[in-house]
């Protein structure tokens, strides 16, 4: 890749280095011709985009060959230690909110409940964050216990309050299971509205990246960059409080920030 090969890039979704989880290198043999090609190109070190995976193997292959790498945190579910945001989450979160959007127009046009589950097998931040962002009734992340007669409860006094819908919305690892086994529940108990289940899926991974991930992902680009130049390796780029700091490889590892009480208390709060 030459300087031309990332021009005109920074309004596109996705990645233009075609890049995945590769089997190959996670074994020797596969690590050992990633290195002959950064030897045969002149490349002397690595910005490494990804999530805990990602940082782990890039210390296996620093530990075995000496190339100094850095990371810059690419991860919708925002679940990484180190950073206030990763890259691709506030873009997850507007893709999520705009769907919501049209989808609460054919919910109240119709009395119906929908029962909406995005991403987020570990963490709730995407379905906490559009929760709010589009008023829903009720958010159900794996970081808190769902009980579905305390959900019930809750759509009951909305309907007796003549709320002509109703969104709730799932994240995929929580522990009543995805949007199709609460729709299931709810239906045992509660069917004053029709509801339907929404399934958003990959969409929520493309798309015209946001402003914030545009300029987040320039100042952790550069900022890799510079470390690197520095001397520096096996560390994380991340921005906390508008400053960008470096987290250690072994402490960037997947984690719960911990979601917020108060936004908690918020979706309640507004949900009546």
Not at 35 to 56: A, C, P
Not at 232 to 245: A, F, P
Not at 248 to 269: C, M, R, W
Request: with cysteine; glycine share 12%; hydrophobic share 40%.
């Amino acid at each position: 890749m030459e300087s031309h090969s990332v021009s005109n890039i920074i309004q596109r979704g996705g990645t233009i280095l075609k890049t995945a989880r590769s089997e190959r290198f996670m074994t020797p043999e596969g690590r050992a011709i990633a290195y002959e090609n950064l030897q045969k190109y002149g490349i002397e070190g690595l910005v490494v985009i990804g999530g805990d995976g990602s940082f782990r193997g890039a210390t296996v292959f620093r530990e075995e060959y000496g190339i100094p790498v850095m990371g810059c945190p690419g991860t919708i579910d925002n679940d990484l230690f180190g950073t206030d945001y990763t890259l691709g989450y506030d873009t997850a979160v507007n893709t999520v909110v705009q769907a919501i959007d049209k989808i609460r127009d054919t919910a109240n046009s119709h009395d119906r409940m929908f029962i909406i589950e995005v991403m987020g097998r570990d963490a709730g931040f995407i379905a906490l964050r559009s929760g709010i962002a589009t008023g829903a009734e009720a958010v159900l992340i794996p970081e808190t216990v769902t009980y579905i007669n305390e959900l019930i409860s809750l759509l009951e006094k909305g309907w007796e309050r003549k709320k002509s819908s109703a969104i709730v919305i799932v994240a995929e690892g929580d522990d009543a299971g995805g949007a199709y086994q609460v729709a299931d529940k709810v239906k045992e108990k509660f069917n004053r509205y029709d509801i339907r289940v929404t399934v958003l899926g990959h969409l929520q991974r493309g798309g015209s990246p946001s402003a914030l991930d545009r300029v987040m992902g320039s100042r952790m680009g550069n900022s890799a960059v510079n470390a690197l130049l520095a001397g520096r390796t096996d560390e994380m780029v991340g921005i906390m409080n508008h400053e960008v700091r470096f987290t250690p490889f072994q402490k960037a590892t997947k984690h719960h920030n911990g979601i917020s009480p108060y936004l908690l208390e918020l979706i309640d709060v507004l949900s009546n």
